[in-house]
């Protein structure tokens, strides 16, 4: 059953990997490429076929009784910089195309359906699956980001001639586009598990993969440019999946550069927040002092007969002590909610 799951996966990551390729070359094919497609096409409407007899095997007859059998919904996530002109929605795709075709999987079936088909026992199943799907497709997208941080260090920077600068952007077009196919194979793999019923801490450790968060980072290739100080990497890159494969020393280059940033940053806050409280304290103390100092003025004016100069010192005092009594209540307040915070 897993071996069987894990085909439909594998089918499903085709179809996606398919469906950018006809997006991104568009109407305006050569016959080179319709052929490839065409070849491609007949490949997977085979792997199709032999899957979806094999699922008579765990589901029975049952999942036969869908009468109008939806097309396969893939977000597409693309990196914003690439040219809108190299990836375009109309194509050669018609609605019984084979890398539309959704396959009998439990999820795509739905939980209630799974269990009139008797079934409900391959729903964790590929729950699990496709947890390990997901991680793979983060994973992959460490790799690839990465690696294209590194490349704008190490060959785009460096390029002085135009045939080095075009064979270096080919580098990077061909990592991008990897980049666009493991975002777009992990938002399915999500939208599948949301309806497989993803637990609590699932939901908070798979978040939704947004366009923006695709953006490399440009501390590796400039650490020193401005606008960057407070920048952060995206949800993504705090999970914990294995960081080997060949292209580890990259991971390692990408995360060091990082760490030391936001390690910088963490100090620079800690020292603001160092100072922010000695401020506080410094605020009372100033508001204090001026309620001690205007009532000295009261009583100096008070021995030489000048009520008109006590009266406005004592009120000056009375002003700085309200003052002080409101700072000292509101940073006080401020305490308790960062005592409050730090116990959670």
Avoid at 196 to 223: C, F, H, M, N, W
Wanted: charged share 25%.
């Amino acid at each position: 059953v897993a071996t069987w799951i894990s085909t439909g996966l594998a089918i499903e990551e085709a179809q996606i990997a398919l469906l950018i390729k006809v997006r991104r070359i568009g109407r305006r094919s050569t016959e080179t490429q319709r052929l490839d497609i065409a070849h491609q096409r007949d490949q997977l409407q085979g792997q199709i076929d032999g899957f979806a007899r094999s699922a008579l095997t765990h589901l029975g007859e049952g999942f036969y009784a869908d009468d109008e059998p939806e097309d396969l919904d893939v977000d597409i996530l693309d990196d914003l910089d690439d040219d809108p002109v190299d990836f375009t929605e109309t194509s050669h795709t018609w609605t019984n195309s084979p890398e539309l075709t959704v396959i009998p999987l439990p999820s795509n079936l739905g939980v209630d359906r799974c269990r009139r088909c008797m079934a409900e026992d391959l729903i964790p199943l590929e729950m699990s699956l496709r947890e390990g799907q997901a991680n793979d497709a983060l994973h992959n997208l460490h790799i690839y980001l990465s690696n294209k941080a590194i490349l704008f260090r190490t060959t785009i920077r460096q390029a002085k001639s135009q045939a080095l600068k075009t064979r270096a952007w080919s580098q990077v077009t061909s990592v991008q586009q990897a980049v666009s196919l493991h975002a777009s194979i992990y938002t399915k793999t999500r939208k599948q598990m949301m309806k497989l019923e993803l637990r609590q801490d699932q939901l908070q450790k798979y978040k939704p993969l947004l366009r923006e968060q695709l953006k490399i980072s440009t501390a590796v290739g400039d650490p020193n440019a401005r606008g960057q100080r407070n920048e952060s990497l995206a949800w993504f890159w705090s999970v914990e999946v294995d960081l080997g494969g060949p292209d580890q020393s990259w991971n390692e280059e990408f995360y060091r550069v990082h760490w030391l940033r936001a390690k910088a940053l963490q100090d620079r806050w800690r020292e603001e927040m160092l100072l922010v409280k000695l401020e506080m304290d410094w605020t009372c103390k100033f508001f204090l002092w001026k309620t001690t100092q205007w009532g000295e003025h009261m009583q100096e004016s008070l021995e030489k007969r000048l009520p008109g100069h006590g009266c406005y010192a004592r009120r000056q005092s009375q002003m700085y002590s309200l003052l002080a009594q409101d700072v000292q209540a509101a940073f006080q307040d401020l305490q308790n909610v960062l005592i409050e915070a730090g116990d959670e």
